[in-house]
């Protein structure tokens, strides 16, 4: 669950319920004016206590999910914002306009890949490999490019880590891909199930609608 957007939500239900408890403390209950502006906080403030884990117990019920399991993706998956953010840092750092797509490449797909695991938790278990391993892989090696390709003087076995380092990206990159495509591929099934049932139906329209010339081309 987003953060953010959990504490917008929670701030849009609790200000009105502090406005209204502060008015029907003041004026309905004659209730002096700072004691009433105490109630109205309070009733504010437990309406954003109480709506947390109210909201946080519906998001695990509608993605199949135990407080622990939540915990435990929602962990890894800080863990892995940090990583992203380093590799980042680490990408753009590298002066080789040579191999900019690639990098490009590289965050797109990371990225991705975490936007889809924070919006839909239970798709961190079909990305464990990219968050356990894979990940780890592209930080080290890009660091490592880095840093040979901000060298002044090159050698030749300077240049040859470069280009084993690049090629080892590229190959990377590739299991990157892989990677997404797994967490993706069950809305692929699904869509791809969706497309034969409305051939189906499309098939079935058409003979409901011609039969005689459904049954002459046969």
């Known amino acids: 669950m987003n953060p953010i ?31 009433s502006m ?33 915990r435990y993706i ?7 914002q940090k990583k992203i953010r380093r590799l980042n840092k680490s990408l753009f750092s590298i002066r080789d306009l040579s191999s900019v797509k690639q990098r490009i ?23 464990e490999p990219f968050y356990f391993s894979h990940l780890d892989s592209v930080i080290e090696l ?8 901000a060298q002044p003087k090159k050698s030749l076995e300077i240049n040859q880590s470069l280009i084993e380092t690049r090629q080892t990206l590229n190959e990377l990159t590739k299991v990157l891909e892989e990677d997404l495509y797994h967490v993706i591929s069950d809305d692929v099934d699904h869509l791809n199930f969706e497309i034969d049932v409305a051939k189906h139906t ?16 046969k």
């Open 74 to 80: 929602r962990k890894n998956l800080a863990d892995a």
């Open 142 to 149: 890009t660091e490592k490019y880095n840093f040979l390709s």
């Open 105 to 127: 490449d590289i965050l797109r797909i990371t990225k991705k890949i975490q936007k889809m695991a924070l919006k839909e938790p239970k798709r961190f278990y079909q990305a």
């Open 202 to 217: 499309i098939k079935k329209q058409k003979e409901a609608k011609f039969p005689e010339e459904n049954r002459w081309l």
């Open 5 to 35: 957007l959990s504490l917008i939500l929670r701030s849009f239900v609790a200000v009105p319920v502090t406005i209204i408890a502060g008015f029907v403390s003041f004026f309905f209950m004659n209730i002096n004016f700072l004691p």
């Open 38 to 70: 105490g109630i109205a906080i309070a009733a504010g403030v437990l309406t954003h206590l109480i709506l947390g884990p109210i909201m946080t117990s519906t998001f695990l019920k509608k993605h199949q999910l135990s407080w622990r399991e939540y």
